[in-house]
């Protein structure tokens, strides 16, 4: 009897044990730490700092490209925020939208040259619903991030004969060291 009810103390410890450090507490400071405290501490983002540019391409040409000019500007003075050397401007995600379907290729530039492409499109835009646009999201595992005094452009490329419709949207942060 003796051995009964020790195994089912023992067993009760070792489940409230588990219960306590199970789970996880998130303070609402910039930092967030896990339990048990010591493990790790991680920043939040800021949501100030998140920026994003969204670009309607119309009647892109018959295997024609066009590209434009991004300007993240949080200081309002019309040059790009990499002018100041204790920022860093950072692309986390881009999408292509293809909204006809057509086949297309993105490419993001900086003064560096080319640094990431997405393609979107099936080049049949009678393959599917043609209502239906087709896009692409990436999430970058790691984010691009510009050199001091590098502008930013995206080049669209339209691989099909016909005229083309689409959207690029990015979004970045702006990190200061």
């Known amino acids: 009897m003796l051995k009964t009810i020790l195994l089912c103390v023992t067993c ?9 450090y199970s789970g996880r507490t998130v303070h609402s400071s910039p930092f ?3 339990i048990p405290y010591g493990a ?23 295997s024609g490209t066009v590209t ?6 949080f ?11 204790w920022l860093r401007v950072v692309v986390t995600d881009i999408e292509l939208v293809s909204r006809n379907r057509y086949l297309s290729l993105a490419t993001i530039s900086d003064g ?13 835009p009678n393959g599917g619903n ?3 646009p087709m896009s692409q999201h990436v999430s970058l595992s790691t984010p691009i ?9 995206v080049t669209l490329e339209n691989f099909f004969n016909a005229n083309g419709e689409f959207e690029v949207n990015l979004i970045g942060r702006i990190v200061s060291l």
């Open 112 to 124: 560096t040259g080319k640094r990431y492409s997405v393609s979107a499109g099936n080049g049949d």
């Open 130 to 132: 043609p209502a239906t």
């Open 75 to 85: 200081d309002g003075n019309g040059v790009m925020d990499t002018e100041n050397a």
């Open 32 to 34: 967030q730490l896990d």
């Open 12 to 20: 009760s410890a070792v489940t409230l044990a588990t219960v306590v």
């Open 145 to 153: 991030v510009l050199p001091v005094g590098s502008p930013l452009q």
């Open 68 to 73: 434009a000019n991004v300007l993240v500007d």
């Open 40 to 62: 790790a501490i991680k920043t939040t983002p800021n949501p100030a700092n998140i920026w994003s540019w969204h670009q309607d391409f119309h009647a892109v040409p018959p």
